[in-house]
């Protein structure tokens, strides 16, 4: 039988540090996740930013794993309810750009830098992959899908679906080809000019 008991951000919150010998130490969604056994039973803990939000007690570490990640989740979504479509602000995005940099490979980084900085935003996809050290360009698509995403959980936002198809988080990121039979469509990606901007002022 689970234990779940989620606890209100306050200054009395457990600090990541308490976390005795754990068994388990993991990111998922921008939270860290971990578990230890104590008196026989896994007691797992959900920390944001090093606050203490939630924890559980499981009889197995993957079952108290498996209960971590249903709070982020279920954490997550409850804030993307309450935001609903409002829009994201310059400063709201330059603050999560900046606290998912901590999640991100430096390749990664890398990848997002080249990016920003090349004329107008736009690069070949061939210079991102090996900005990132990808073996494939299909691996830079997956990269900056999860990066999307890692960013759309820090704001708790759910981008509105895209008419055209694509996937709403990674036009976060990404502008639509104005043209896609343009060779150099194929070839090139170009950062939306809101991203752009944003990691203009940060400074990656």
């Keep these: 039988m689970f234990v779940l008991t989620d606890i209100a951000m306050n200054n009395d919150s457990v600090s990541m540090t308490k976390c005795d010998r754990p068994v388990l130490v993991d990111t998922y969604r921008n939270h860290k996740i971990t578990a230890s056994v104590e008196a026989g039973i896994y007691v797992g803990k959900v920390f944001s930013k090093g606050t203490q939000l939630a924890y ?59 990016h920003y900085q090349a004329e107008h935003g736009a690069i070949n996809l061939e210079e991102l992959a090996v900005l990132g050290h990808c073996a494939s360009t299909t691996e830079v698509y997956c990269i900056y899908a999860n990066i999307a995403r890692c960013l759309c959980d820090e704001l708790a936002y759910s981008p509105p679906i895209q008419h055209n198809g694509r996937d709403p988080m990674l036009s976060m990121l990404l502008q639509a080809s104005d043209d896609d039979s343009s060779p150099r469509s194929s070839l090139y990606v170009t950062l939306t000019s809101t991203i752009r901007d944003a990691l203009i002022a940060v400074q990656w």
Excluded: F, N
């Design 56 to 114: 559980c007690e499981a009889p197995e570490r993957a079952q108290a794993e498996q209960h971590l990640r249903l709070i982020v989740d279920r954490d997550i979504e409850k804030k993307c309810q309450s935001r609903g479509q409002t829009p994201v602000s310059s400063d709201e995005l330059q603050a999560a750009l900046v606290e998912i940099k901590a999640y991100l490979e430096p390749g990664h980084i890398s990848m997002l830098r080249g």
